[in-house]
């Protein structure tokens, strides 16, 4: 049984810093794609970054590109997201995934609020 656990969101002021982690579990974690998506309040759900199983391949959506930093550590079973140079519109529930941009495989989210 899948299981993703978010954890690291809460409260940044605008140009601050945050670091999402996801445990996985349930899984071969280190054979899988992994990715991050979003829901903002009001809108659907948005792709955010995918890696490739190695950690390789890293993409991004373009409006956190060379702000934000996905990564992963195959020996904790465990995928994260640095987040720098934030911004108000960065505010969402954040979703670990399971496979490449969307699936229907994800956690509970962990809320993201960027606010002065």
């Given at each position: 049984?899948?299981?993703?656990?978010?954890?690291?969101?809460g409260?940044?002021?605008?140009?601050?810093s945050?670091?999402l982690?996801?445990?996985?579990?349930?899984?071969?974690?280190?054979?899988y794609?992994?990715?991050?998506?979003?829901?903002?309040?009001?809108?659907?759900?948005e792709?955010?970054?995918?890696?490739?199983s190695?950690?390789?391949?890293?993409?991004y959506t373009?409006?956190v590109k060379g702000?934000?930093?996905i990564?992963?550590?195959?020996?904790?079973?465990?995928?994260?997201?640095?987040?720098?140079?934030?911004?108000?519109e960065?505010?969402?529930l954040?979703?670990?995934?399971?496979g490449?941009?969307?699936?229907?495989?994800?956690?509970?989210?962990?809320?993201v609020t960027?606010?002065?």
């Open positions: 049984q899948v299981q993703l656990v978010e954890s690291g969101g409260l940044a002021q605008p140009g601050g945050l670091r982690s996801c445990a996985a579990s349930g899984f071969i974690f280190s054979i794609s992994m990715s991050w998506a979003r829901q903002a309040p009001g809108k659907g759900l792709w955010v970054s995918s890696i490739f190695d950690g390789s391949g890293a993409r373009d409006s702000r934000f930093t990564s992963r550590d195959n020996a904790k079973n465990t995928l994260y997201l640095e987040m720098k140079s934030l911004k108000p960065d505010t969402a954040y979703y670990c995934v399971k490449y941009r969307i699936t229907p495989d994800r956690g509970p989210g962990i809320q960027v606010s002065s």
